[in-house]
């Protein structure tokens, strides 16, 4: 079964610097890759996908993130971080030519320091 | 145009009891999948429904049910509710299957005393 790994379930970062967040896979043959953010009392708003178009992905509020194929990796970074990215992000994955369920990264709660 | 949509909001139940859990997608969108998030973990798959017949189950007992209806409408059933089946449920809705872009409800948030 595919898995997602994301290391470091919180993670500190002061406002304006960069904020990176890793995820890795674990399948031979790469999966669709989403990064989805989760704000209090909220449901899942997605950030970002990789299909196979191209190995750097840009999503929504300043966010993109790079799969890197000899690594099986998909880290999501932002240059600059807000107040408002405070939040859960979390990587998840769908196989290839299978089903459509998501199977989820623990995820990385963002605290931004001012 | 409206997003997917959950309801109720909150729910308080008591051990033993039953709940329904009612999700509706985004329009033209034929898919919808169930998924379990307990606090401070990542949602875990529950169901997929496609076209009103069942595509996928996680590992989940027999007491969670689902079906979808010819609006493409869905719920969510939970027997014999237990104090661990505390937790948000989302619903997501897809186009179709295989690796489409699923897009989340707000969720319920079920609490069970």
């Known amino acids: 079964a595919q898995s997602v790994t994301q290391l470091g379930s919180h993670v500190s970062v002061s406002e304006g610097a960069l904020v990176l967040l890793r995820c890795n896979y674990s399948?031979?043959?790469?999966?669709?890759l989403f990064w989805y953010v989760q704000y209090p009392n909220q449901g899942l708003q997605l950030l970002l996908k990789?299909?196979?178009?191209?190995?750097l992905v840009k999503g929504i509020n300043g966010f993109e993130a790079e799969f890197k194929k000899s690594e099986t990796s998909f880290h999501l970074t932002k240059p600059s971080a807000h107040m408002s990215d405070a939040a859960e992000y979390f990587c998840?994955?769908?196989?290839?030519?299978?089903?459509?369920?998501?199977?989820f990264g623990k995820g990385n709660q963002v605290v931004v320091i001012p | 145009d409206a997003g997917v949509t959950q309801s109720p909001t909150h729910l308080i139940k008591t051990r033993g009891q039953h709940v329904t859990l009612r999700c509706s997608p985004i329009?033209?969108?034929?898919?919808v999948s169930w998924y379990q998030q307990v606090l401070g973990q990542g949602p875990q798959f529950i169901f997929q429904?496609?076209?009103?017949?069942?595509?996928g189950r996680g590992n989940f007992p027999d007491r969670f049910s689902a079906r979808q209806f010819p609006n493409y409408s869905s719920e969510l059933n939970v027997n014999a509710l237990l104090l661990g089946d505390s937790a948000l449920y989302l619903c997501?809705?897809?186009?179709?299957?295989?690796?489409?872009?699923?897009?989340f409800g707000p969720g319920t948030r079920l609490t069970v005393l």
């Open positions: 997501a809705s897809s186009l179709s299957g295989g690796g489409d872009t699923q897009y």
């Open positions: 429904y496609y076209e009103k017949e069942e595509r």
């Open positions: 990789y299909t196979s178009a191209a190995t």
């Open positions: 399948s031979s043959v790469p999966p669709y």
């Open positions: 329009s033209g969108h034929k898919s």
């Open positions: 998840a994955v769908i196989p290839r030519g299978g089903n459509n369920r998501l199977a």
